[in-house]
């Protein structure tokens, strides 16, 4: 069975069950609330507060779609699900109708260079605006892997095929990953070079990654005999 290891927020959505009657709803509902404990020392926000997990990444899915036009979106709630496989949850869009035509799509990394371009592929649909990558002035390269495009712009890609689509859960096979000789260090890819941003769902914002503070592996030894 495969581990889940998801580095980000994944939608967790409790399916309330349904009641013959809108008085026993109501009960349903005051139990649940009855339910809740308050937790000494914290503010509670309950299960229904927009932010779940934090921060969360800033993956960027681009597609062709069938006149072969690319289209790029902005998925907050993505991570890793296998040691070549990742997963995305999705409700439906451009995104996944060119899925389904293609069969392939390619994540990249929003970075600080390109916050207003990332933000805008977010909220512009490629239903409205076909041409919206041209538009923010990006360029695009026929993946040599998959039938997807790379986004020039964009220093770090993955070039993925679908393994499954169902229910708003995307699960791609990463085929390859290629990177920009800008963003390497010892011919590794460099966090302080590629400067990744995630979206902070607190402050609705978008934040720099960091200062390393510690070695993988490596801080918690201090802890051991």
Same mark, same amino acid.
């Given at each position: 069975?495969?581990?889940?290891?998801?580095?980000?927020?994944?939608?967790?959505?409790a399916?309330?069950?349904a009641c013959k009657?809108?008085n026993?709803?109501?009960?349903? !509902?005051?139990? +649940?609330?009855?339910?809740?404990?308050?937790?000494?020392?914290?503010?509670?926000?309950?299960?229904?507060?927009?932010?779940?997990?934090?921060p969360?990444?800033?993956?960027?899915?681009?597609t &062709?779609?069938? !006149?072969?036009?690319?289209?790029?979106?902005?998925?907050? &709630?993505?991570?890793?699900?296998?040691?070549n496989?990742?997963?995305?949850?999705?409700? %439906?869009?451009k995104?996944?109708?060119?899925?389904?035509?293609?069969?392939?799509?390619?994540? +990249?990394?929003?970075?600080?260079?390109?916050v207003?371009?990332? !933000?805008?592929f977010?909220?512009?649909s490629?239903?409205?605006?076909p041409?919206?990558?041209? %538009?923010?002035g990006?360029?695009?390269? @026929? +993946?040599?892997n998959v039938?997807?495009?790379?986004?020039?712009?964009y220093?770090l890609?993955?070039e993925?095929k679908?393994?499954?689509?169902?229910?708003?859960?995307?699960v791609?096979? $990463?085929?390859?990953m290629?990177?920009?000789?800008?963003?390497?260090?010892?011919g590794?890819?460099?966090l302080?070079?590629?400067? @990744?941003? $995630?979206?902070?769902?607190?402050?609705?914002?978008?934040r720099?990654?960091?200062?390393?503070?510690?070695?993988? &592996?490596?801080?918690?030894?201090?802890?051991?005999?």
């Amino acid at each position: 069975m495969k581990h889940l290891t998801i580095l980000t927020a994944m939608v967790a959505i409790a399916l309330l069950a349904a009641c013959k009657t809108t008085n026993n709803q109501n009960t349903s !509902d005051m139990n +649940s609330k009855e339910a809740l404990q308050e937790v000494a020392g914290r503010k509670n926000f309950g299960a229904s507060h927009a932010l779940m997990t934090t921060p969360q990444p800033c993956v960027m899915i681009a597609t &062709w779609d069938k !006149d072969h036009t690319p289209d790029v979106m902005m998925a907050a &709630w993505a991570g890793q699900y296998d040691h070549n496989q990742i997963v995305v949850s999705m409700s %439906k869009h451009k995104t996944t109708e060119n899925l389904e035509l293609t069969g392939a799509f390619t994540v +990249s990394f929003a970075d600080v260079r390109t916050v207003a371009e990332s !933000d805008y592929f977010g909220i512009v649909s490629g239903n409205n605006v076909p041409d919206k990558v041209a %538009k923010a002035g990006f360029t695009v390269t @026929p +993946s040599p892997n998959v039938d997807a495009p790379i986004i020039n712009e964009y220093p770090l890609t993955l070039e993925c095929k679908v393994v499954s689509w169902a229910d708003g859960i995307l699960v791609g096979e $990463v085929v390859n990953m290629s990177a920009d000789e800008s963003i390497l260090t010892d011919g590794k890819v460099d966090l302080a070079k590629l400067q @990744p941003i $995630v979206f902070d769902a607190a402050g609705m914002c978008y934040r720099a990654i960091g200062d390393v503070v510690g070695g993988a &592996w490596n801080a918690g030894k201090k802890f051991m005999d």
